[in-house]
Antibody, heavy 122, light 108 residues
Framework: QVQLQESGPGLVKPSETLSLTCSVSGRIGTRSYYWVWIRQSPGKGLEWIASIYYKGSTYYNPSLDSRVTISADTSKKQVLLNLRSVTAADTGVYYC???????????????WGRGTAVIVSS | DIQMTQSPFSLSASVGDRVTITCRASQSIGSHLHWYQQKPGRAPKILIFAASNLESGVPSRFSGSGSGTEFILTISSLQPEDFATYYCQQSYTNPALTFGGGTTVDIK
């Protein structure tokens, strides 16, 4: 079973760039998978940030589009997220997930990392 | 954008109770609706995909129904380990995804 593990700085200053890494125990450049970043603000619900298809296409939440970049390093088996110009509103837990395609042509997130906590504060 | 609305926001129930949670989409999404369970300090876990399909390893007391704009998650007999927050999520506009606001199930 594939496993995902997120890592990041923990604490970031306002206006700086947050860089997160999702390390994947299996291969990421095969099959019809999307690799997804999702976040959860303290006491709040889940928010989709960005996705990258196994072929390399990228997709972003319009509310974050101008500040976010998702990429993948297939040789290192990592999915990367950069979030620029962070503010306190970006504080939360950031999850990496794999989204798989079923035989019925539905996509859902079947594997999640444990998440990495990020605090934006000076 | 497709908005997902869950109800109730929270509920209190006892072990053995039958529990239902509703998720409504702002427009028809077919069966592109999935349910996740999240316990405090843990990542979400998939329960039901494509509205009514039980994920492998998930107890059969969980079931999902609905299509179009209204969906229901049912727990037939609530167990102690089921106290958690439940989220619905649409993938009709995949890869753009949206989640419901969550429903917290706690002990009465």
């Amino acid at each position: 079973q594939v496993q995902l593990q997120e890592s990041g700085p923990g604490l970031v200053k306002p206006s700086e760039t947050l860089s997160l890494t999702c390390s994947v125990s299996g291969r990421i450049g095969t099959r019809s998978y999307y690799w997804v970043w999702i976040r959860q603000s303290p006491g709040k619900g889940l928010e989709w940030i960005a996705s990258i298809y196994y072929k390399g296409s990228t997709y972003y939440n319009p509310s974050l589009d101008s500040r976010v970049t998702i990429s993948a390093d297939t040789s290192k088996k990592q999915v990367l997220l950069n979030l620029r110009s962070v503010t306190a509103a970006d504080t939360g837990v950031y999850y990496c997930a794999r989204q798989q395609l079923t035989s019925l042509y539905y996509y859902y997130m079947d594997v999640w990392g444990r998440g990495t906590a990020v605090i934006v504060s000076s | 954008d497709i908005q997902m609305t869950q109800s109730p926001f929270s509920l209190s129930a006892s072990v053995g109770d039958r529990v239902t949670i509703t998720c409504r989409a702002s427009q028809s999404i077919g069966s592109h609706l999935h349910w996740y369970q999240q316990k405090p300090g843990r990542a979400p876990k998939i329960l039901i995909f494509a509205a009514s399909n039980l994920e492998s390893g998930v107890p059969s007391r969980f079931s999902g129904s609905g299509s179009g704009t209204e969906f229901i998650l049912t727990i037939s007999s609530l167990q102690p380990e089921d106290f958690a927050t439940y989220y619905c999520q649409q993938s009709y506009t995949n890869p753009a995804l949206t989640f419901g606001g969550g429903t917290t199930v706690d002990i009465k």
